[in-house]
């Protein structure tokens, strides 16, 4: 019997089937999936996986094959820095919840999850939230980014799940796909899916005031049907401080700065870091206004990083 993994506690996962049974499988013995993933979680949300009922146990199920998965998207795992942890599989698109303040999403987080979309061949969207809290210079903020994102090719987004603004474009934006929702604790995630998914009260705090940092709602990956005049499926995720890249070697890493695509041909070098070779054709786009310095910059930092850890 098929089924979909719809959340994920660990040891134990809710699957559902095409006819709309509902099972709590676990993973019997040893497991082995795949010998070039080695993540912390076998099993991801969204993956499509082979079960069978236990006789005697009604809605309990071992599950006992897991499907090739069409892709996937990790980040390095919250608990051990040297592994990966699969957030989750089978997606058409992610997107990306900031906020320009309360809390302040960094440029360098959004680029980071932007990296990470694009290794793994997934589209990306930018939303921002809480428009109802920006002053003028909120607003400048938000539309210089607006500027460089959407210059790059992704769509953006400003909108307000507590005044409800906004809503219509990102349904039309999750119509019939399968989307992960990501970003910072705090940035509205659950007020947004609230909204989405009427009757469904994810839990949501406010951002803590002494830290200006969000307060963790959600502890674990869970997928959801759309309403069926949306359809698709949203899966939301844990709130995230930091997106670690991982398995993106220092020479691959431009490749994922969409922007940067056209001119790492032009370069002198075939294996140019784009950082002190001579006749880099990036860096000399970077000088004419062609790539966004600040996006440069997050390109240098994270290259910094992937040499640190060696990935």
């Not at 795949?34 to 079960?51: C, K, L, Q, R, Y």
């Not at 236990?54 to 892709?71: C, L, M, Y």
């Not at 992960?180 to 406010?206: A, C, D, F, W, Y």
């Not at 206004?289 to 290259?303: N, V």
Request: with cysteine.
């Amino acid at each position: 019997m098929q089924g979909i993994v719809y959340r994920s506690t660990g040891s134990w996962y809710t699957v559902k089937t095409a006819a709309g049974g509902q099972y709590q499988a676990r993973i019997k013995g040893v497991f082995k999936i795949d010998e070039d993933i080695t993540s912390t979680n076998p099993i991801a949300v969204g993956d499509v996986v082979e079960i069978m009922p236990e006789t005697g146990e009604n809605g309990i199920a071992v599950i006992t094959d897991i499907a090739p998965r069409k892709n996937y998207i990790v980040r390095t795992s919250p608990h051990r820095r040297t592994q990966k942890h699969i957030v989750a599989a089978n997606l058409d698109q992610a997107m990306l919840i900031c906020t320009i303040k309360e809390p302040r999403t960094s440029r360098g987080f959004i680029d980071r999850f932007l990296v990470t979309a694009a290794a793994y061949h997934i589209p990306a969207i930018l939303v921002f939230n809480k428009k109802d809290i920006l002053k003028a210079k909120d607003l400048d903020k938000f539309l210089e980014l607006e500027a460089v994102y959407t210059a790059i090719g992704y769509p953006v987004l400003l909108v307000s799940a507590v005044k409800e603004e906004g809503m219509e474009e990102i349904r039309a934006l999750l119509h019939n796909k399968v989307t992960l929702m990501s970003g910072h604790s705090g940035v509205g995630k659950s007020s947004l899916i609230n909204q989405l998914l009427p009757g469904l009260e994810l839990r949501t705090k406010e951002v803590s005031g002494w830290s200006g940092k969000g307060l963790h709602t959600t502890t674990f990956a869970e997928m959801f049907d759309l309403p069926v005049e949306t359809g698709g499926q949203l899966i939301d995720t844990p709130g995230v401080r930091e997106f670690g890249i991982v398995d993106i070697p220092k020479t691959e890493l431009s490749h994922y700065f969409l922007e940067m695509q056209p001119y790492i041909t032009q370069c002198q070098f075939n294996n140019c870091l784009h950082i002190n070779e001579p006749g880099c054709a990036v860096k000399a786009a970077v000088e004419e206004g062609e790539i966004d310095a600040e996006r440069y910059i997050s390109y240098a930092t994270i290259l910094e990083t992937i040499e640190e850890e060696k990935y």
